[in-house]
């Protein structure tokens, strides 16, 4: 029996930036990494479809708790787009629904298309997504040949370039919040150009606040499961570097006690408002607080951290 049969699961707190594989689904993902880690609790943080690859966040123990809310982050992916032909699902994973010639287009033909999908736009999601109606993923009624009602909701696209072009293909950076279905960014542009289009090729590239992230495979993770429970340790980050990119609020030991208790901390008028990290006296993360324009701050979510 091998180390990693024996392994136990345990109290494991920290984010593991996983480099997804090609072919698996995120929890097929989470759950490899929760095994290799030995984490007896885990969540990701917002679904890599099978076909894409790069960054997964994955929350184990007390970081599970932040997880809902780094669904929420800014995302960037490098796509490949495939003009054409359109597929059921939108990306090459589907059926060809269609095929048509592709025009001759000038690089200022594709961004007079790609223009009208920046910024705050409304999008309709494949009808082979993750999306639930009534308790059910519309990837399952779409498979039981159900005619499938999608509807649209509004995404935001910060950016969306020509990163490469080789003949029918398009590389193409993509930056954008919760929610955007780069598949239907694909689907899109095809119909804005006229021939159709599918997603054949996609990576994310960073969450934030994971902006230069240095992601860890799987194969990684073994190697370090088979050396022992401190190299493992070595490939997560702290909770709080999930909380990076908002103030960090630091408690004299009076206010430790009274936020310790679950009470809104008066904090003081000119104290910046909005999402917070909190850390007690004893230099410990505390909570994910949240400070009102009056200046008092409330929990969002507590963390039961080990002292440092």
């Known amino acids: ?94 059926d060809v629904v269609e095929t048509r010639p592709v025009p001759a287009l000038s690089d200022a033909d594709i961004e007079a298309a790609l223009a009208p999908l920046r910024g705050r736009i409304v999008q309709v999601p494949p009808a082979y997504s993750a999306i639930k109606q009534d308790g059910v993923p519309l990837y399952v009624r779409a498979r039981r040949g159900e005619v499938v009602d999608v509807p649209s909701r509004e995404v935001d696209v910060y950016r969306l370039d020509v990163i490469g072009r080789e003949g029918d293909v398009l590389r193409l950076h993509v930056e954008c919040g919760s929610g955007t279905y780069v598949r239907s960014l694909a689907v899109d542009l095809g119909a804005h150009l006229g021939c159709g289009a599918h997603l054949t090729g996609l990576r994310r590239l960073w969450v934030e606040p994971f902006m230069a992230p240095a992601m860890v495979t799987l194969d990684d993770l073994r190697e370090a499961a088979e050396s022992g429970p401190d190299p493992l340790e070595a490939c997560l980050l702290p909770v709080d570097a999930g909380l990076a990119h908002i103030p960090r609020i630091d408690l004299d030991p009076a206010r430790t006690r009274v936020l310790g208790f679950g009470q809104p901390v008066p904090l003081g008028a000119g104290t910046a408002t909005g999402r917070c990290g909190v850390w007690g006296a004893d230099g410990r993360l505390m909570a994910l607080g949240d400070v009102d324009a009056e200046g008092v701050l409330r929990v969002l979510r507590g963390f039961n951290l080990p002292a440092p």
Request: some cysteine; hydrophobic content about 40%.
């Open 1 to 94: 029996m091998t180390s990693l049969n024996r392994r136990s699961f345990r109290d494991i707190h920290g984010i593991l930036l996983l480099d997804k594989p090609l072919g698996l689904s995120s929890n097929q993902a989470l759950q490899t990494a929760r095994r290799l880690v030995g984490a007896a609790k885990g969540g990701h943080t917002g679904s890599l479809d099978p076909l894409a690859t790069g960054l997964l966040p994955l929350c184990f123990g007390e970081a599970t708790k932040i997880a809902g809310w780094l669904l929420g982050s800014r995302k960037a992916y490098e796509a490949e787009v495939r003009l054409g032909q359109t597929t059921t699902t939108a990306d090459l994973e589907g």
